[in-house]
C-alpha cells in the first residue's frame, strides 16, 4: 500500500449523530490544509454529497457500477471534483450493493478488489462516509479503511450505545484500535445534562486518549449542509468548532498497528 494513503470510515451504528456532517468537514478542511482527499459517499442518503452541493442529477456513473460491475467502469470515471484538492465518489442504489454482499460468503477483500487503482490516484487520504447500523457494506468498508471515527451525539442514550463499534469491530474480528477519534457532537455547554454526557463519554474512553475537543451545536452547521456548503464557505465561527479535529487527523498516521 502506498505508505500515504490513509483510509478512515466516520462510523457509528446510530443515524443523524453528524457522520456525514464530519466526514464532509473533515475532508474538506484536510483539503484547505493542502492534503489531496477523496471523499467516498457510502450511504444510501447521499448527504455527504448533498453536503457538497452534489445531487443524483450531477452525476450518472457511481460507486454502485464499481461494486457491482466487472471492471468496465473505472474509479476515475466516477469521481466528481468537489472543491480543490478534494474530490467526491458519489453512490446510488446502495441497498441493491448490500443485498448482493450478502450473498457473498467473505467481503474481507472487496472493496480491496473493487477499488484497485486507487492508490495510484495521488490522494493523501480517503474518508469514507458510511450509513447507520451494522451492514454488509460496512463490514466491507471495516475491512477496507486503517481507521475509524466515531461521532456521538451528546445526549444520554447515544453516549450510553458508544461501545458498540468495538462490539461491532470484534465481530469481524478486527483490532479495537482501530478506533482512532471519537468526536463528540450537538454538544450544548449550557446545559448540566450535556456536561454530564460529555463526562460520560471522557470516561469510557478514559485509557484511550481518543476523544476529541466537543463540536457544539451550531445552527450554521446545519443551515450550511441544507445549502450544499461547508462551513468553511459559509461561516467562520462555526467552522472553528471543525479546527482542532482536523488539526488531529492530519498529524495521525492512520497507519494499523
Ligand atoms: N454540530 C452540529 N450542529 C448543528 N447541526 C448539526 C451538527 N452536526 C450535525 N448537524 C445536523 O444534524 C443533522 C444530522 O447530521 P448528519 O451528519 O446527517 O448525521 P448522520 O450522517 O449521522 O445521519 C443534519 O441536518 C446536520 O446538518
Ligand atoms: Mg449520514
Known amino acids: 500500500m502506498d505508505e500515504r494513503l490513509r483510509k478512515f470510515a466516520v462510523l457509528n451504528n446510530k443515524g443523524g449523530v453528524g457522520k ?19 471523499l467516498i459517499d457510502m ?9 457538497l452541493g452534489f445531487s ?12 457491482m460491475g466487472r471492471g468496465e467502469v473505472g474509479l476515475s470515471d466516477c469521481i ?6 478534494l474530490d467526491l465518489l458519489p453512490s446510488a442504489r446502495l441497498d441493491r450493493v448490500n443485498a448482493a454482499l450478502y450473498r457473498e ?13 486507487l492508490e495510484e490516484l495521488g490522494y493523501d487520504r480517503v474518508i469514507v462516509d458510511c450509513g447507520p447500523q451494522r451492514s454488509r457494506i460496512n463490514d466491507a468498508v471495516l475491512y477496507f479503511v486503517d481507521g475509524v471515527i466515531v461521532p456521538v451525539q451528546v445526549e444520554a442514550a447515544a ?3 458508544v461501545g458498540n463499534i468495538y462490539e461491532y469491530l470484534s465481530d469481524l474480528g478486527l483490532d479495537a484500535g482501530m478506533v482512532r477519534m471519537v468526536v463528540p457532537n450537538m454538544y450544548d455547554q449550557r446545559t448540566s445534562e450535556g456536561k454530564e454526557n460529555l463526562e ?11 476523544v476529541t475537543e466537543p463540536i457544539q451545536r451550531r445552527v450554521r452547521i446545519t443551515e450550511s449542509g441544507k445549502l450544499g456548503k461547508t462551513v ?20 495521525s498516521n492512520g497507519k494499523k498497528k
Open 20 to 38: 456525514s456532517t464530519l466526514a464532509v468537514h473533515l475532508a474538506h478542511g484536510l483539503a484547505l490544509r493542502g492534503e489531496r482527499v477523496l
Open 43 to 51: 450511504d444510501g442518503q447521499n448527504d455527504a454529497s448533498l453536503f
Open 56 to 67: 443524483s442529477e450531477d452525476y450518472d456513473k457511481s460507486l454502485y457500477e464499481i461494486l
Open 80 to 85: 466528481l471534483p468537489a472543491r480543490e484538492r
Open 105 to 117: 460468503p467473505d467481503v474481507s477483500r472487496f472493496l480491496h478488489e473493487k477499488f484497485r487503482g
Open 159 to 161: 453516549v450510553r450505545a
Open 200 to 210: 460520560f463519554i471522557r470516561e469510557f474512553f478514559a485509557d484511550a486518549d481518543i
Open 232 to 251: 468553511y464557505e459559509y461561516d467562520r465561527e462555526a467552522s472553528r468548532q471543525f479546527e482542532q479535529i482536523v488539526e488531529r487527523l492530519a498529524r
